[in-house]
């Protein structure tokens, strides 16, 4: 049988800079003028398709859930 140990993910070592660059970045996108700015911009590229679409308002639904207002705007 196989130990519930060997099972787990490996836990990965995020250097500080990227650390506090990820963190920054969260700040950005509870700001409620560079989220619009951010989304308007990916949506003008001409290679960012519907699937890409589906996938950044996925991950920013995950991030935004304590600005549930932002979705209905």
């Known amino acids: 049988m196989t130990s519930l140990l060997t ?9 500080d ?3 506090e ?5 969260q700040k950005l996108l509870h700001n409620k003028t ?8 990916l949506e003008q590229q001409k290679k960012f398709v519907m699937r ?4 950044v308002a996925s991950y920013l639904s995950v991030i935004l859930q304590s600005k549930m ?3 209905t705007e």
């Open 7 to 15: 099972l787990s993910p490996p836990i990965l070592q995020i250097p």
């Open 34 to 41: 560079f989220l619009l700015t951010f989304v308007r911009t």
């Open 69 to 71: 207002e932002y979705h």
């Open 17 to 19: 800079q990227v650390e």
């Open 21 to 25: 660059a990820l963190h920054q970045f």
């Open 52 to 55: 890409d679409r589906v996938e």
